[in-house]
């Protein structure tokens, strides 16, 4: 049994032993209860209105749903004793959460200051493993203190949000990236790749869009750099958003989108739909994954070879991450300026490296050199964004692409955080031109340098 039975509810704990039935704590019953009644409320549920359940999303219909479902607990439970309310109020909200949202996990689902969400097994003794709930929560990442779901509400979950975007997780493919209605991403493999149990991470997004002043207080940004990139943005440079994995790239690059005029045709490409934009003229395109023969699947460079028929202003893709890295850069460098990307890396440096990896695996066979006189009159600016210890997100490097000599991209440094601080860098004075060619505004901090 888990947890601990607080000793003032002795007499009616033993009460209910004596009975057969089962308390985890004051605030949960155990299996032995808590299933009976959730059949019986269950029965219930089905005699509801098909048409109101289908509305579930509806806020006003949820509500209304779920006081249903708290009176149909409350009637099913009217037998036991007045102090196992609390219990009882706990069991109508997993039911709750079962029928209008994703079981254990919708609570945090819901909170708006935690940010990833992850329910992955654990090993607690020889041939035994339970499943865990863990948050992130101001960058620190907590042991969420529920009732551990079984593997069978885990792999029930990952259905509940594969099935609306035709994703699914089975042996032949044990492993699914897709998204929530709010754009929020998720990520779930299941065994034999993942040996302790199903794993599932969501990485959760504000129901209202960050803006630039939110980065700004958050640290990420600074009001001069915001500034410069909005400048950089609306006329048209082209841009990538560089860094490790959970830096926040993909908020830093839906801010930087919405500094795109509103005038502008824009087309979005991504693996999982997360860019939330509130320009007028936008298609957004989203990869498919194969069906259950193996067939047709839709990958990323397929959708950006489209979109170049789609008479796009802009092309925005959510990550570059292997062979639509080459048609990517064509399509800046004929006519389609001013788009933008993310890419893993650790520095800009590292970005280029790995924007030349990434175009090899288009299959071309072309000369080094080739590819990077590609990139080097392809990108402009590449913005380095870090995951520091204490959980911030911080652009660390604001890198400018000058060109090309011999075999070597040429870059200069416009901005580097030294100290805590993002503070302007030497010769960064020779970004100028690349300004005045784009009928950009110098800012005095450019200036100076």
């Known amino acids: 049994m888990k947890g601990v039975i607080n000793p003032s509810f002795g007499y009616f704990t033993e009460k209910i032993k004596e009975k057969g039935g089962t308390l985890v704590n004051e605030q949960h019953l155990g299996k032995q209860d808590s299933e009976p009644l959730k059949a019986k409320v269950n029965q219930v549920i089905q005699g509801f209105d098909k048409d109101l359940i ?6 006003k219909i ?32 997993e039911i709750q959460d079962e029928i ?40 620190k990442l907590l042991e969420a203190n529920v009732v551990s779901p079984s593997e069978e509400d885990v792999m029930d979950i990952i259905e509940k949000i594969g099935s609306p975007i035709g994703r699914r997780v089975d042996e032949s493919t044990p492993y699914m990236d897709a998204r929530l209605p709010d754009g929020s991403r ?7 790749l993942a040996l302790d149990g199903p794993s599932l991470t969501i990485r959760k997004f504000s129901q209202d869009p960050y803006t630039s002043d939110d980065l700004i207080k958050f640290g990420t940004f600074t009001p001069e750099l915001a500034e410069f990139i909005q400048l950089c943005v609306e006329n048209k440079l082209n841009l990538v958003i560089s860094g490790g994995t959970g830096s926040g790239k993909t908020t830093t690059l839906n801010v930087l989108s919405s500094f795109i005029p509103r005038d502008e045709r824009i087309v979005t ?4 739909a997360e860019l939330q934009l509130n320009q007028p003229h936008i298609v957004r395109l989203e990869s498919r994954p194969p069906n259950v023969e193996g067939k047709g699947a839709v990958v990323i460079r397929d959708l950006v070879r489209n979109a170049l028929r789609m008479r796009p202003d802009r092309i925005v893709v959510g990550e570059c991450r292997g062979g639509e890295t080459l048609d990517m850069l064509q399509a800046m460098n004929t006519g389609h300026d001013g ?3 993310t890419g893993h890396a650790n520095s800009p440096r590292d970005m ?17 050199r080739a590819i990077r006189e590609q990139i080097s009159s392809a990108i402009d600016l590449i913005l380095q964004q870090t995951r520091l210890r204490n959980g911030k997100r911080k652009i660390t490097h604001v890198t400018a692409v000058m060109g090309i000599e011999g ?31 784009a009928d950009i505004k110098i800012p005095s901090w450019i200036k100076e340098g």
């Open 54 to 59: 289908s509305m579930k999303h509806d806020p």
């Open 62 to 93: 949820r509500e209304q749903l779920r006081q249903m479902i708290y009176d149909a607990v409350m009637q099913e439970g009217k037998n036991y004793p007045s102090i196992m309310q609390p219990a009882l109020e706990s069991l109508a909200d």
């Open 100 to 139: 209008l949202g994703l079981g254990v996990i919708t609570k945090f689902l819901d909170k708006p200051d935690v940010t990833e969400v992850m329910v992955q097994g654990r090993i607690v003794g020889p041939n035994k493993r339970e499943m865990v709930v863990y948050y992130e929560k101001d960058g």
């Open 186 to 192: 998720v990520n779930a493999i299941i065994p034999p």
């Open 269 to 272: 490409i991504e693996d999982a």
């Open 339 to 341: 788009s933008l990307t």
């Open 352 to 368: 280029l490296s790995r924007l030349e990896t990434m175009v090899l695996m288009a299959g071309m066979d072309l000369p080094v």
């Open 407 to 437: 075999e070597n991209i040429i870059t200069q440094d416009l901005l580097v955080r030294k100290q805590g601080e993002l503070v302007p860098a030497p010769n960064r004075n020779k970004f100028i031109p690349v300004l005045e060619d």
